[in-house]
């Protein structure tokens, strides 16, 4: 019998976030594990058009639920959807919801966050802290809540090269930033940014930072566990290999990649790809959630759920098993061929941006304009190269993460309950799980059909022989302008032509006198 499944049955359970796609994984992998829990309240935005009940129906209506939907035909009554804002104080929830919430609710798993790399400060530190501050307070105020789990980010502290489990204090408190954000227009926090982000990437991992040194501060007597992910990629095992249904991270490389949009890309080949399956995250969440209210940990817990230390894959290993893929399973309707390289240096990055990126957008939309129809390359390509831009950071550094806490948590589970919320990576096969996650992005993200892989390869090479014959055109044009400015150029060509009329020739007399 599974200890942590029988402790959240008859549990209810708040999950915000749960719109999103760790969320929707932990629902899933609740309702399907723990089917006797008494109910989930789920924060959902509300959103014009829809009522809240259509857009549970919409996350049920996903094949990640199909199991639990076997399982359970009635599974959707365990759902309780919460009308909620989280830009609003209390979240704008009506005071009927707010009372079932905090005389109700056992376990909290706050999964809502922005994760916008680019995002304005003021919106970060508003989704990424000051509502982490909100449920904090309400958590303060639920006689029955057992556990509250928090996730955050393994790249919180990426300003440091080995980062252990514990919460770090940045250099600005909390309180002194949401203040600021109060009274600072746009421009000036527009202005301030770079000077309070200090040497970290961007206002996402800065903000996670805030929002982690804010559960510390305000934790109060309840249970609290902080979960770091990593990279959270496709699923691993459950329910099944390789659902994602999100263009962040690896997910819009591979398509960008695949589609032939992609052809090189500024990284560090030998660089960890520190990546973790999003069932791997979600099993280590639940253990946390369980053992923080059976075992009670005197002082909060930070529990890194990274790959990189345990089961190390680096970019280019990476990058050759999905090219490899896509000649397996290729991508419908391709711009050109699947093929990127690594670049090191801003120099061989801006000329293969604008050889392989730049050049042939502009061609291809100058081809959209003689046919009448509307340019649209350039404008998709610039923004890709901005999201790369934004990725750079993450490909080009390694980090050290220790994983005390989660070793010592999978020491404590039971033998089924290893098997049932596994979450060590050293079990995960590489190879395997990058085919899985290629073939996921192009039946659950793309929703192209397996039935039209021959006539992707029959589009592919198609698209090579374009390629060549591009290549030698543009080289018997270049060839033809180098003969007629260069003297040069001419006696290379003569001598070539004329060593290969004596080749041909030996090669007739040699067949006459054999014959």
């Not at 080009?396 to 979450?423: A, G, K, V």
Request: charged share 20%.
């Amino acid at each position: 019998m599974s200890m942590i499944a029988a402790f959240y049955s008859g549990k209810s359970i708040l999950i915000t976030g749960a719109t999103g796609f760790l969320g929707k994984v932990l629902l899933e992998k609740l309702l399907r594990t723990s089917p006797d829990l008494k109910i989930i309240y789920v924060l959902v935005r509300p959103k014009a058009g829809q009522t809240l009940q259509q857009r549970v129906f919409q996350i049920f209506n996903s094949k990640l639920f199909e199991k639990v939907k076997e399982l359970c035909p009635n599974v959707h009554e365990k759902i309780r959807p919460i009308c909620a804002d989280l830009n609003q104080n209390d979240f704008g929830i009506n005071k009927e919801d707010m009372q079932e919430l905090l005389s109700c609710t056992n376990v909290v798993f706050h999964c809502a966050a922005t994760v916008r790399f680019d995002d304005h400060l003021r919106h970060a530190v508003q989704l990424n802290v000051i509502a982490t501050q909100q449920l904090l307070l309400m958590a303060s105020q639920m006689p029955k809540l057992e556990a509250f789990i928090h996730i955050s980010t393994a790249f919180s502290n990426c300003n440091l090269k080995h980062i252990d489990e514990v919460v770090y204090p940045c250099p600005v408190e909390p309180k002194k930033i949401i203040e600021s954000m109060e009274w600072l227009d746009d421009a000036i926090i527009e202005d301030i940014t770079p000077k309070l982000i200090g040497d970290r990437p961007n206002t996402y991992t800065y903000t996670k930072a805030l929002g982690e040194m804010v559960v510390q501060q305000e934790s109060g007597n309840l249970n609290i566990a902080i979960i770091r992910p990593s990279i959270v990629g496709a699923t691993w095992q459950e329910p099944f290999p390789g659902w994602v249904d999100n263009v962040n991270g690896p997910s819009g490389l591979i398509i960008a990649a695949g589609k032939g949009f992609l052809r090189s890309i500024r990284a560090t080949p030998m660089a960890i790809a520190d990546l973790v399956p999003v069932d791997t995250v979600v099993n280590l969440t639940l253990a946390a959630g369980w053992y923080t209210a059976v075992h009670r940990p005197k002082s909060i817990l930070v529990y890194h759920c990274t790959s990189g230390n345990l089961n190390p894959c680096n970019w280019l290993k990476m990058g050759l098993q999905v090219l490899a893929t896509f000649e397996k399973i290729p991508f419908e309707k391709a711009f050109r061929r699947p093929n990127a390289d690594f670049t090191t240096n801003n120099l061989t990055t801006h000329y293969w941006n604008a050889v392989s990126h730049r050049a042939p957008a502009i061609i291809y939309d100058v081809y959209l304009r003689i046919t009448g129809r509307k340019p649209r390359m350039t404008k998709l390509m610039n923004r890709l190269l901005r999201t790369l831009s934004m990725l750079e950071y993450f490909i080009n550094h390694s980090w050290e993460w220790s994983t005390y806490n989660t070793e010592m948590l999978m020491s404590e589970l039971s033998p089924e309950d290893q098997r049932i919320f596994n979450f060590d990576v050293r079990q995960l096969n590489w190879l395997e799980y990058i085919e899985n996650y290629v073939l996921g992005v192009k039946k659950y993200l793309l929703k192209e059909d397996m039935a039209g892989i021959p006539e992707a390869r029959q589009h592919l090479r198609k698209l090579r022989n374009i390629h060549y014959l591009f290549n030698i055109t543009l080289f018997l044009i270049i060839w033809r302008l180098l003969i007629a400015r260069s003297q040069v150029a001419r006696n290379v060509w003569f001598f070539i032509v004329s060593l290969c009329y004596k080749f041909l020739s030996y090669f007739r007399a040699s067949s006459t006198l054999k014959a």
